[in-house]
């Protein structure tokens, strides 16, 4: 169950990086009191950990947060559950990352965590087989409020994270693993391996995506989109289309990724489209440097790397890029 993320990739940024705020989740579940994982049990696999009370739900566990902050360490275990956060700043922390599994319920008909509150911080949990008649199904769904995600799994589901539109959020996800997820067999369009909305900023790094199974692998509408140090392996994908679609513009940083494109795309004309969808946000100035993509081994085709939309002056630098790929094209 438990997917290295980058093992083998190891390049340092190519530019300064910001703070990762998912190593602070990461740390709270090494930091989780072990009278709080000593007072778990079957019946009570949800605790608290300011107060070390144990809930039978993951939904009481969030309510008695409430419009606080707080913690809520997961016992090992598959649950087929789920929970939505109306308020406050709530931590969700596998007791060990990779043996917390929420599988295949959603809440809303949206997601297994349906987030309205201040903040929202998930470390170490998986999120699998997650499928709701929109065809929106999501391991998350974030409506309101911050989000940071580290060392966690969105397996086999049609998407890992939607977002709403119009809010000052930050996501931040990192050291995670996206797999088997996004489809466009709906009436309403694709979903995808990630889809952020109209937010202020998206950082994602030293995460892998892998197996898409339609749409895009990340979709991102955000102000601001920060992709470094991760994976994109498209060699088992089936009728996917861009590994990063920045869909209406966006500053920040594509630096230090691994690209690779399969056979089986429903569009192979570029690895990363800039503004496909309209301009919304300004381009200028976005640094793509210090990359690497490549087709899978014996695939010949034409396709470029960079598809540029927007009209404005993009900062394309020295990546490494295979035969049959154009650097950049304006479109």
Not at 132 to 143: C, K, Q, S, T, Y
């Amino acid at each position: 169950m438990k997917h290295p993320a980058l093992a083998s990739y190891n390049r340092p940024l190519a530019r300064p990086s910001l703070l990762i705020g998912g190593a602070i989740a990461a740390a709270a579940i090494a930091l989780i009191p072990a009278a709080a994982l000593l007072a778990q049990s079957p019946a009570s696999p949800f605790t608290v950990v300011e107060t070390g009370q144990g809930f039978g739900s993951l939904q009481a566990a969030v309510n008695a947060i409430g419009d606080g902050q707080g913690s809520i360490a997961i016992r090992s275990g598959t649950y087929r559950e789920c929970a939505v956060q109306e308020a406050g700043a709530v931590s969700y922390l596998a007791s060990n990352a990779g043996d917390v599994i929420f599988d295949g319920t959603t809440c809303e008909g949206k997601a297994a965590l349906v987030l309205r509150g201040r903040d929202a911080n998930i470390a170490g949990l998986v999120f699998k087989n997650m499928a709701v008649p929109d065809d929106n199904g999501a391991g998350i769904r974030l409506e309101e409020g911050n989000l940071t995600i580290t060392q966690s799994w969105f397996l086999d589901s049609q998407q890992g994270i939607l977002t709403a539109n119009g809010m000052p959020s930050r996501i931040v996800i990192d050291r995670s693993t996206f797999s088997g997820l996004g489809t466009c067999e709906g009436a309403g369009g694709c979903a995808h391996s990630i889809y952020i909305g109209r937010v202020a900023h998206l950082r994602v790094t030293r995460s892998r995506f892998e197996r898409g199974q339609g749409g895009h692998y990340v979709k991102s509408r955000a102000a601001r989109t920060d992709v470094a140090a991760s994976s994109f392996d498209d060699s088992a994908g089936n009728a996917t289309n861009y590994m990063i679609d920045i869909s209406n513009g966006s500053v920040g940083q594509i630096t230090n990724n691994w690209f690779v494109q399969g056979r089986d795309k429903e569009n192979y004309s570029a690895f990363i489209a800039v503004a496909p969808e309209g301009v919304e946000n300004t381009s200028n100035g976005l640094v793509i440097a210090g990359n690497d993509a490549r087709f899978v081994p014996g695939l010949s085709r034409n396709s470029a790397f960079v598809a540029n939309w927007s009209g404005e002056d993009l900062t394309v630098e020295e990546n490494n890029i295979a035969a049959g790929i154009a650097r950049l094209e304006k479109r």
